[in-house]
């Protein structure tokens, strides 16, 4: 913007470049780290604007000058950060702070996270795909980072067994609070009503009909002190012991055909050992890969899916169908059965060959 005589109204603002930094896994700072970083963006003539945290989760340096953009991005390097994803490439990937902070924590949400931005790393400095593609890890289905919305490849911890319930806490609570108020606020909430107080107030739940959505333990969570007793360290719930992720696909803000949540891909994956960790490194660049030879430009991988086909996609990425990979709830009670008994046959094989 220039005034009558041709001079810049705001010379100062000549230059206001963004440097986009990959944050620490569980987004995990110091005190002492955040003044250094601070103090050394302003010194280096930046305007001392920061976002924590963009949508892909950079830390955005805002308003840095051309002549010290290396010096900051330099200085930030011997911090031991690197640059964060940009344009049509993988972008900068995000993680809840997980079990290191949250009860809820099923995965080791830093170690996932890690392994997927250090097998792409290159995939983010060097734009060559058709459009961007993200990775969130969120360790619950509480989803903190969004990612069902947001991202392509989410990763969501999630549990295969029964929740686990502390009778006598729950009792506790009951008494407290009142049996209005555990109808009112929990178990009435149930989505698929899989709860139920019996007559000594004990809690029964109907481990197969819980789909995870999280409210009860959301709920009871905040409420554990006021019953726990000393020493003791079991919630009023808690979630399994046989914890692993679920793969979510497709995610997205607005683009060509809109909003879309992302749509289950793996149902569930143990993700306990180094093996199991190579194994969603394995998956993540198919995905990769079937996108950057597929994609049209400026599609994202939901609009991509919908437009070959989820079974297309499938099949490119090498995973089998399977009827847990839920898009939308069934509001028809009228099913075809055509192929149903070969369609069961080859579930039942893929099921003995997964257990072999």
Known sequence: MKDDNGDYKFPAAGEFHTLRIQPPAGMHYTS?????????FTDNGGSGLIAF????????????TEETTQTIFNTFNDYGFDLGGAGPAVRTGMS??????????NVNEQA??????????DDMHRPALPYKLKFKVSGCANDCMNSVQRADFATIGTWRDDIKINQDLWKAMVADKGMDYVVDNITSRCP???????ADNSLTIDNKNCVKCMHCLNVTSPLTHKYIAKGDVEPILATGDDKGVMIIMGGK???KIGD?????????????TADDLEAIEELAGEVVDFFAENALE?????EMIERIGVVNFLEGIGIKVDPNMINETRTSSYVRMDDWDEEAVKWFENKAEANA
């Open 298 to 302: 400026h599609e994202r991988t939901g």
């Open 96 to 105: 809840c702070v997980g079990a290191s902070r949250c009860e809820m924590s």
């Open 253 to 255: 803000r607005t683009l």
């Open 53 to 64: 945290h963009g949508q892909s989760g950079d830390i955005m340096l805002q308003g840095a």
């Open 260 to 272: 879309l949540f992302g749509s289950v891909v793996v149902p569930f994956m143990k993700m306990d």
């Open 32 to 40: 002492t780290l955040l003044r250094d970083m601070c103090d050394m």
């Open 192 to 198: 698929t009503s899989a709860m139920k107080v019996n």
């Open 112 to 121: 996932v996270l890690r392994t997927l931005v250090n097998a792409f790393l």
